[in-house]
Antibody, heavy 121, light 106 residues
């Protein structure tokens, strides 16, 4: 069974840091691009960042650029999101998602169960 | 930046057909994807490439995409279909989500 499991969320003060992890199993992790998507309280889905299969190509949403760093360790089948200079507006459930693909297009499947990040003093 | 617009809420009676729209400039020229999210759960893909169903998704879920509008249709809606639904597309390699639609089955 293909599965993604996030960890590392918690309560952090404004200006603080947190590192999220996402472990993949049931598939060849090193072959897939991976993404982070977040969802604020009672809000919709917002894309955060993505990394290609070998980590050589990365992109970020403007709202987190310069503060968040995505990375991966294919030997450990794990995706990371280092979050620095956290703000109240970063409070959200953070999901990792695999970018599934075929010859025509790409989509997100599956998603992890999410990890809650709360930024508050 | 590219935007996708969904109605905040849609209501449907059990057994009836629910239609959820997603609007964007020339959306029909792109692929549309739909995700279902039940309370306290993570999103689940229900439609990909406009109208394809992943394995395990009931046949009552279907999709279409033309012009500026993609539509998710649920035929014979069941109580278990009550959830938030999000459309998604790609614009110049950028991921774009719609704001989500809360489907109420009453």
């Amino acid at each position: 069974e293909v599965e993604l499991v996030e960890s590392g969320g918690g309560l952090v003060q404004p200006g603080g840091s947190l590192r999220l992890s996402c472990g993949g199993s049931g598939f060849t992790f090193s072959k897939y691009w991976m993404h982070w998507v977040r969802q604020g309280p009672e809000k919709g889905l917002v894309w955060v960042s993505r990394i290609n299969s070998d980590g050589s190509s990365i992109s970020y949403a403007d709202s987190v650029k310069g503060r968040f760093t995505i990375s991966r360790d294919n030997a450990k089948n794990t995706l990371y999101l280092q979050m620095n200079s956290l703000r109240a507006e970063d409070t959200a459930v953070y999901y990792c998602a695999r970018e599934h693909y075929d010859s025509r297009s790409n989509w997100f499947d599956p998603w992890g169960q999410g990890t809650l990040v709360t930024v508050s003093s | 930046s590219y935007e996708l617009t969904q109605p905040p809420s849609v209501s449907v009676s059990p057994g009836q057909t629910a239609s959820i729209t997603c609007s964007g400039d020339k959306l029909g020229d792109k692929y549309a994807y739909w995700y279902q999210q039940k309370p306290g759960q993570s999103p689940v893909l229900v439609i990909y490439q406009d109208n394809k169903r992943p394995s395990g998704i009931p046949e009552r879920f279907s999709g279409s995409n033309s012009g500026n509008t993609a539509t998710l249709t649920i035929s014979g809606t069941q109580a278990m279909d009550e959830a938030d639904y999000y459309c998604q597309t790609w614009d110049s390699s950028t991921v774009v989500f719609g704001g989500g639609t809360k489907l109420t089955v009453l």
